[in-house]
């Protein structure tokens, strides 16, 4: 039972539940949720949402050790056990970055914490989990509730859990001998993803509901995560892939120990050895400011061997991935920040010459690039130039990051498990990015606004500053992503907030998608891929990398 000095005597401390066929005990007093965790005790608090209705919040919850001294560079580690009752009832420190949004949130290499929430702790009912995977280029943000705030979600009966992993230099520097293991950054996620998987119980999530959900960067690590789950494993059901798929070029890295020595190198000239024990020894007492200020940041790798090992695009040939249902999408112009630094003279190169169009990750002969680049400018320009039409080349670009890998994925799987494919193109103040002004040819809504339909991120905590149309799509923005954590569906039955609208998966020779807007529709063939697979899949060779 919970201790007298674990909670005030009060007339709300006769409300205490024992779970014990879960080998857990909770206790409610004045000063919010206590809960047994392996390593000891936590208190959490309750808050409200958007409904004026009860959850819990267990913030900054240790899942790993702090990865300082000689644990940084080095694969996570358990955390300590703690004496007495532990509060996680605010967030305060997020990964080692250049600058946060927030200026009450600490920047620290401490920084492994987890956050959830629960709308029901009791466990008669074990509730289905989003467990979010934060974007920000691998470099930035954090799951701090100033960034992820649930009170928009807490009304539709699904536990949330965010969660911080090591970024940047700190995460994504490694050298292929395993000396400085590579993608911690990954590892970090993988290691909070199977914490998940055993306790989110002891919050009233059941392990067996888990979504694994992100945006951007993270979203990139929640196809890594799919392609990484060995078949026997059941860490989540179903996954949820806002902008960013393994299957593109987004974020990847070649030459991982030449990148790793650089590193030491600019942080010490004097440094000239090739050892890598060497170097580990550098990194490990080096300065984070100082490991931060050479600029280099590090990204995806791929191993010679164990779970993340797979090229991205030839895991979905190869099928080497979990069958689970897919929500997966992308904003009608990822890349509209683009707008506002129109280079003039990079627009004339291209011009010039059109293979620099062709990413460096895709495998073509070179005999066969200059063919291939004049088409695509062909595609983009209308038969003019970039420098002329600047929204080909905004087009372009979004294109190329999000749109032709994430339907490349779409096509490759979704014979084998649904695939709710969608393109988000409703333009609002909510969205944040009201005054980015697409030149012509370009669509509205950039990278990210989506993510203000969803998450209370502190500018969007009072909706009544919003116009209605805009209140109306954060509500069925998140009852279709609710519904899909729940059900693997985002319309499983008819819903008058909805238009009564059915959304259908995709299929591979239409690559059929709802175009959520302030009318709902399905449509095929998404941008221009259908016209650039046709072209590319002519010269593309292994391996097989990235699709584009």
Request: charged share 25%.
């Amino acid at each position: 039972m919970c201790k007298p000095h674990d909670f005030k005597m009060s007339r709300y401390s006769v409300l205490f539940v024992l779970l014990f066929h879960f080998n857990v005990i909770f206790c409610l007093d004045d000063d919010g949720p206590i809960i047994q965790l392996e390593k000891g005790k936590i208190q959490g608090i309750i808050r409200k949402s958007e409904s004026g209705n009860n959850y819990y919040a267990f913030q900054e919850i240790p899942y790993a050790a702090p990865p300082v001294g000689a644990n940084r560079y080095q694969l996570i580690k358990e955390p300590e056990p703690w004496e007495g009752i532990l509060p996680t009832k605010k967030n305060t420190k997020i990964c080692y970055q250049v600058t946060s949004r927030h200026k009450d949130l600490e920047i620290s290499e401490d920084c492994l914490y987890m956050n959830i929430y629960s709308p029901d702790i009791s466990g008669k009912k074990l509730l289905p989990v989003l467990l979010w995977v934060h974007g920000g280029g691998f470099t930035a943000e954090s799951s701090t509730f100033e960034y992820s705030g649930p009170k928009y979600i807490m009304d539709h009966g699904v536990v949330v859990v965010t969660f911080n992993y090591r970024l940047g230099p700190f995460g994504f520097i490694g050298t292929d001998d395993g000396v400085i293991p590579l993608n911690l950054g990954l590892k970090d996620q993988r290691f909070a993803i199977e914490w998940v998987s055993k306790n989110v119980h002891l919050f009233g999530g059941d392990p067996k509901q888990v979504t694994l959900v992100g945006e951007s960067a993270g979203s990139v690590a929640v196809g890594y995560h799919m392609i990484s789950q060995k078949p026997e494993e059941d860490l989540f059901r179903a996954a949820i892939m806002q902008s960013g798929t393994p299957a593109s070029a987004l974020l990847k890295q070649s030459d991982s120990t030449e990148n790793a020595f650089k590193l030491g190198r600019k942080i010490n000239k004097g440094f000239t050895s090739d050892n890598t024990t060497e170097l580990l020894q550098l990194l490990q007492n080096a300065k984070a400011e100082d490991i931060l200020a050479t600029s280099i940041t590090g990204a995806v790798s791929v191993e010679k061997e164990g779970l993340f090992s797979h090229l991205g695009y030839q895991a979905f040939i190869d099928k080497k991935y979990k069958k689970i249902p897919v929500l997966i999408g992308f904003n009608s112009e990822e890349w509209l920040f683009l707008a506002e630094y129109e280079n003039k003279t990079l627009m004339k190169s291209i011009d010039n010459d059109p293979t620099l169009l062709i990413p460096s990750r895709v495998n073509i002969h070179n005999d066969m690039k200059p063919k291939l680049g004049e088409f695509i400018k062909e595609i983009y320009t209308n038969n003019q130039s970039f420098e002329n039409y600047y929204g080909g080349y905004i087009r372009y670009s979004t294109d190329e990051l999000f749109i032709m890998g994430t339907c490349k994925q779409v096509e490759l799987s979704c014979e084998d498990t649904p695939y709710y494919l969608y393109q988000f193109a409703y333009k609002g103040k909510l969205g944040g990015s009201i005054d980015l002004i697409p030149p012509p040819g370009a669509e509205r809504v950039a990278h990210a606004e989506d993510l203000h339909y969803f998450w209370d991120d502190t500018t969007n905590e009072d909706l009544s500053k919003f116009p209605l149309e805009d209140q109306l799509m954060l509500h069925r923005y998140t009852k279709m992503w609710t519904n899909f954590i729940k059900y693997s569906n985002p319309t499983p039955e008819k819903d008058p907030l909805l238009q009564n609208f059915t959304w259908l998966p995709s299929e591979p020779n239409t690559l059929r998608y709802m175009n959520i807007n302030s009318t709902f529709e399905m449509l095929q063939h998404p941008k221009k891929y259908k016209e650039i697979k046709q072209e590319l899949e002519k010269y593309i060779l292994p391996p097989f990398d990235s699709y584009w």
